[in-house]
Structures are given as structure tokens and as C-alpha cells.
């Protein structure tokens, strides 16, 4: 197979262990980051060299990070903006120097995925993560104390209006100025040191809160993609973030983004839309949610993709507790029907 499985870990502290992930059949490459840096900060070379030691002794091959995340100043463009730029970068060349090709971020003022609930129990006693618009719609974070589950407990309710104001009056066009900024400094350190950045759309692709939301269809990929025109500057595109609006066509953008090359990164993963636009993520298999998972693997195969894999948010199954959307039966299980689906578009593109 050409491309290149993998699975996230969160380091030593995951229940989830290498041996477990390692034990999972056609398993290659670890998804990781270096968690005990802040935004903004330096990260040690020492923890990359752990974590790739680490990897190695389980057969496994740390080559992606998944996020390096973008400081909000970034993202608003403020003073300190160049400075926390040279830091990413350096960040870059640090992981690239530890066999790191890939590495994930977002453009996501603010939150990273929202959601309504981690825990939402399905009628087989699983449990998944919803987003349910009878539980979002009232909400209003610039008047009312919320904590949406997910959402980084580290800013205080005042810090988060400060944000949100302030994405408020930057506003779209003012946050594409400014990833455009991210892009043509940190860009070219990338392709210097062998590495694609990845961009992960925003989740769900909407706006949220009136927050500017820009890596949502397939109009914004493109002007995403043009604004620096090389294979460092890639996608990491993700199925179930985009699927969850009913106007995408998955499909259709996989296909093309394969064709052109610009997929460093594949996340599956499979949701259900409800008629108001809910979502619920359900198992990997097309039958159980609104995606074709595997016309989206053959949209892959069939122009040669050879990037990462990784099976996306599984569900709670079999009594195990631990990081939602990241434990391990449901995502093995989510793993080996990908290699299966693979393992038959590759055998029907032969034929
Ligand atoms: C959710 C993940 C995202 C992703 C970041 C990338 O489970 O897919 O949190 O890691 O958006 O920066």
C-alpha cells in the first residue's frame, strides 16, 4: 500500500500504550506533539528525541505532528506577531531534525472542534461526540458563562470575550490577511527542511459564534492552496470536519485535492447530518453515517496518494473509558477497515 497509516498518540501519559498501537495490523506511523509547551513556546529537544526513541523501540515511526498550534496573536496579527513566527519555525526545523515530513495545524480562532457533548450514548451503549443545535442555539459566550466540553479550560470567561471581540472586528478578510502572512514566513522553512504543513479545516465548517471560520469549502481550500503554490503548503483533509456540512461534496474534494497532489494528511472518519444539521460521529463505516468512505479511499488510490492515514474520532466501545474520541477499540477497528478498503481499491485499480 502506498499510503502510509497512522495513529494518534498523546504521549506517555495516553492510556492508549505504543504496544497496543503498535499491535494494530499494518500500523506505521505515530501521530504525536510535544505537550508540555504552551502556544508560542520552544519545544524541547529532548522530548522530540524521547519520542521518537520511543516510537522506534515499538517499530513504530514518529513522522507527524499533530498540531504545532498557532498562537491566537498569530491569528489576530498583533505586535509580538513576527517573533512568535520565528518561534514556529524553529519549531518546524526542530521536528524536521527528529524525522518529523508532516505537520498538522489549524486556523481556528479561538476553539479548536465544537461540540455539544462527548458522551452522547447511542442506542448500542456506545457513546460519541454530537453537536446538537437545540443545545448550541441561545448560547451567547459574550453574555453568558459557557463551557462547551472540549473547549480550552485555560481561558478564563473574560480572556475568551477579549478573543472573540477581537476576531469579531478582524473579521474574515482580516484572518485570511494574516494566515497568508503565516503561510510566506513558515512556508518556505517547511520546504527547506522537507516537511508539509498541513492545515486542518475548521470543525464544524461554519461559523461559529459569528468567529470567522475560513478553511470550510472547497472555493476556500482553493484560495488557501494558491496563496502559497507548493506541496509544503498541503492539506490535511478531514472528513467528518468538512462532511458535517451538507453543502461539501467530500468526495468530489478529495478527489480533486488528490489529483493536484495537495493532500499531505487524511484523517477518516464517518458522521451522521441530521435534518436541522446536527451531527452525531459515528463508526468508521459508510453504512453507519452520511459519508462513502469508500469512494473517498478511491478517490485516493486512484491518483496514487501516498500521504498519511489516520482513522479519526472512534467511538466509546467495550467498557473503555479515556479521552473522548481518542480511545482505542473503536479506532482499531476504524484502522482495520481502512487497510480494507484500501487493500480493495488498490486490487480494483489493478484489474
Ligand atoms: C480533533 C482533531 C483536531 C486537530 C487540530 C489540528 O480531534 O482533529 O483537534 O488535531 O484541529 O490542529
Given at each position: 500500500m502506498n499510503m502510509k497509516l497512522s495513529f494518534r498518540w498523546y504521549g506517555e501519559?495516553?492510556?492508549?500504550t505504543l504496544t497496543n498501537i503498535s499491535q494494530i495490523p499494518g500500523m506505521r506511523s505515530i501521530v504525536s506533539a510535544v505537550y508540555d509547551v504552551k502556544p508560542g513556546g520552544v519545544w524541547g529537544e529532548d522530548t522530540l528525541l524521547r519520542m521518537k526513541t520511543l516510537c522506534e523501540d515499538h517499530?513504530?515511526?514518529?513522522?507527524?505532528?499533530?498540531?504545532?498550534p498557532v498562537h491566537e496573536d498569530i491569528k489576530l496579527g498583533r505586535n509580538n506577531v513576527d517573533e512568535l513566527l520565528e518561534v514556529y519555525c524553529e519549531n518546524i526545523r526542530r521536528c524536521a531534525k527528529y524525522g518529523v515530513k508532516c505537520v498538522t495545524y489549524n486556523f481556528m480562532p479561538v476553539f479548536d472542534w465544537t461540540r455539544t457533548q462527548l458522551d452522547k450514548k447511542a442506542p448500542d451503549g456506545s457513546t460519541s461526540l454530537v453537536m446538537y443545535w437545540d443545545q448550541m442555539r441561545g448560547l451567547d459566550p459574550l453574555k453568558d458563562d459557557i463551557h462547551l466540553p472540549?473547549?480550552?479550560?485555560?481561558?478564563?470567561q473574560s480572556e475568551v470575550r477579549e478573543l472573540i471581540t477581537a476576531y469579531g472586528e478582524l473579521g474574515e478578510e482580516g484572518l485570511w490577511k494574516n494566515l497568508e502572512k503565516f503561510l510566506k514566513k513558515v512556508i518556505p522553512v517547511a520546504e527547506e527542511c522537507g516537511v508539509r504543513m498541513a492545515i486542518h479545516p475548521d470543525d464544524p465548517p461554519y461559523p461559529i459564534f459569528g468567529l470567522p471560520r475560513i478553511i470550510t469549502n472547497e472555493e476556500n481550500l482553493d484560495r488557501f492552496l494558491k496563496i502559497v503554490d507548493s506541496?509544503?503548503?498541503?492539506?490535511?483533509?478531514c472528513t467528518g470536519s468538512l462532511g458535517?456540512?451538507?453543502?461539501?461534496d467530500v468526495v468530489k474534494m478529495v478527489r480533486k485535492y488528490a489529483e493536484m497532489d495537495r493532500i499531505a494528511f487524511m484523517h477518516i472518519r464517518n458522521v451522521k447530518i441530521m435534518e436541522d444539521g446536527s451531527f452525531e460521529e459515528t463508526a468508521?463505516?459508510?453504512?453507519?453515517?452520511?459519508?462513502d468512505i469508500y469512494e473517498i479511499v478511491k478517490a485516493l488510490v486512484e491518483n496514487g496518494f501516498d500521504g498519511y492515514v489516520r482513522p479519526d474520532h472512534g467511538r466509546m466501545i467495550w467498557g473503555e473509558t479515556g479521552k473522548p474520541g481518542y480511545g482505542l477499540y473503536d479506532r482499531a477497528l476504524g484502522a482495520a477497515y481502512i487497510n480494507g478498503l484500501f487493500e480493495a481499491a488498490e486490487k480494483e485499480l489493478k484489474k
Amino acid at each position: 500500500m502506498n499510503m502510509k497509516l497512522s495513529f494518534r498518540w498523546y504521549g506517555e501519559s495516553d492510556p492508549v500504550t505504543l504496544t497496543n498501537i503498535s499491535q494494530i495490523p499494518g500500523m506505521r506511523s505515530i501521530v504525536s506533539a510535544v505537550y508540555d509547551v504552551k502556544p508560542g513556546g520552544v519545544w524541547g529537544e529532548d522530548t522530540l528525541l524521547r519520542m521518537k526513541t520511543l516510537c522506534e523501540d515499538h517499530g513504530l515511526v514518529f513522522d507527524v505532528v499533530e498540531s504545532i498550534p498557532v498562537h491566537e496573536d498569530i491569528k489576530l496579527g498583533r505586535n509580538n506577531v513576527d517573533e512568535l513566527l520565528e518561534v514556529y519555525c524553529e519549531n518546524i526545523r526542530r521536528c524536521a531534525k527528529y524525522g518529523v515530513k508532516c505537520v498538522t495545524y489549524n486556523f481556528m480562532p479561538v476553539f479548536d472542534w465544537t461540540r455539544t457533548q462527548l458522551d452522547k450514548k447511542a442506542p448500542d451503549g456506545s457513546t460519541s461526540l454530537v453537536m446538537y443545535w437545540d443545545q448550541m442555539r441561545g448560547l451567547d459566550p459574550l453574555k453568558d458563562d459557557i463551557h462547551l466540553p472540549g473547549w480550552d479550560a485555560s481561558y478564563t470567561q473574560s480572556e475568551v470575550r477579549e478573543l472573540i471581540t477581537a476576531y469579531g472586528e478582524l473579521g474574515e478578510e482580516g484572518l485570511w490577511k494574516n494566515l497568508e502572512k503565516f503561510l510566506k514566513k513558515v512556508i518556505p522553512v517547511a520546504e527547506e527542511c522537507g516537511v508539509r504543513m498541513a492545515i486542518h479545516p475548521d470543525d464544524p465548517p461554519y461559523p461559529i459564534f459569528g468567529l470567522p471560520r475560513i478553511i470550510t469549502n472547497e472555493e476556500n481550500l482553493d484560495r488557501f492552496l494558491k496563496i502559497v503554490d507548493s506541496k509544503a503548503n498541503s492539506l490535511c483533509l478531514c472528513t467528518g470536519s468538512l462532511g458535517c456540512a451538507k453543502t461539501n461534496d467530500v468526495v468530489k474534494m478529495v478527489r480533486k485535492y488528490a489529483e493536484m497532489d495537495r493532500i499531505a494528511f487524511m484523517h477518516i472518519r464517518n458522521v451522521k447530518i441530521m435534518e436541522d444539521g446536527s451531527f452525531e460521529e459515528t463508526a468508521h463505516l459508510s453504512s453507519c453515517g452520511s459519508m462513502d468512505i469508500y469512494e473517498i479511499v478511491k478517490a485516493l488510490v486512484e491518483n496514487g496518494f501516498d500521504g498519511y492515514v489516520r482513522p479519526d474520532h472512534g467511538r466509546m466501545i467495550w467498557g473503555e473509558t479515556g479521552k473522548p474520541g481518542y480511545g482505542l477499540y473503536d479506532r482499531a477497528l476504524g484502522a482495520a477497515y481502512i487497510n480494507g478498503l484500501f487493500e480493495a481499491a488498490e486490487k480494483e485499480l489493478k484489474k
